[in-house]
């Protein structure tokens, strides 16, 4: 699911918008659209790109919790064995 996820990140990145990847940001890379990253560098990540960004933690946290939610519900934690 992690994988699945970063994967399709990047692919967002790079191939749609076109931001770059983290650390190479402002250069640009050739996407179906050729977005940029003006602002405040708590919102855009800075030179880091907007992996480093507060919105992609509060993403990152929403999809995290609705994971760790739903293995909850389903029954699916396994418990701690002590040694």
């Given amino acids: ?3 699945g996820i ?3 990140w990047d692919f967002a ?3 749609i918008f076109g931001v770059g990847l983290a650390g190479k ?3 640009p890379i050739a996407g ?3 977005a940029g990253l003006n602002g405040p560098q708590l ?4 030179i880091f790109g ?4 507060v919105v992609a933690l509060v993403i990152g946290l929403i999809a995290g919790i609705f ?7 389903n029954g699916q934690f396994v418990e701690l064995r002590s040694s």
């Fill in 6 to 8: 970063h994967m399709m």
């Fill in 50 to 53: 907007v992996e480093a960004s």
């Fill in 25 to 27: 940001s402002g250069e």
């Fill in 13 to 15: 990145n790079d191939g």
């Fill in 67 to 73: 994971m760790l939610w739903k293995t909850y519900q």
């Fill in 43 to 46: 919102f855009t990540g800075g």
């Fill in 32 to 34: 179906l659209l050729q």
């Fill in 1 to 3: 699911m992690a994988l």
